[in-house]
């Protein structure tokens, strides 16, 4: 079982920046597949960034066009937690941002849909004004 708590979110400009966190805890894979996805009030939940390994050191990463160029999504190892960073951020970037983790390595395509995810965090709110 693994466990994830969110950290990190808060209220900024448009045009700022803000760095996620999520700390993972508990039993861990070879393979894994972890990812953000985030939900604004009255929408669906949305894809937004996913990062994989097989248990070596290389890690592939996939995002929605939505952040791509804005977002970047990472993880220590050393510290078993998973980061987002956001710039440039816009109004439409606010919604509530949840961590996933899942032990499937899969594929991008397979990484984007939320049913592949076996964990999740409670969520973390994020605003941004203009």
């Known amino acids: ?6 950290s990190g979110g808060g209220s900024v ?9 999520c700390a993972a805890s508990g039993r861990t894979f070879t393979s894994y597949t972890m990812g953000w996805f985030r939900q604004a009030p009255g929408l669906e939940r949305e894809f937004v960034a996913t990062i ?3 248990g070596g050191y ?3 990463t996939d995002y929605s066009n939505s952040v791509k160029g ?4 990472s993880r220590d190892r050393a510290k ?5 960073q956001m710039n440039s951020l816009k109004p439409d970037d606010t919604a509530v941002y949840y961590c996933a983790a899942g032990q ?17 965090g409670q969520g973390t709110q994020v605003t941004v004004s203009s």
């Open 104 to 120: 499937y390595f899969g594929s991008a395509s397979i990484g984007r849909s939320s049913s592949t995810y076996d964990y999740w």
């Open 70 to 73: 804005r977002f970047s999504i």
């Open 13 to 21: 400009q448009a045009g700022g920046s803000l760095r996620l966190s």
């Open 58 to 60: 290389t890690y592939y």
């Open 52 to 54: 994989r390994w097989n």
């Open 1 to 6: 079982q693994v466990q994830l708590v969110e």
């Open 80 to 84: 078993n937690t998973l980061y987002l």
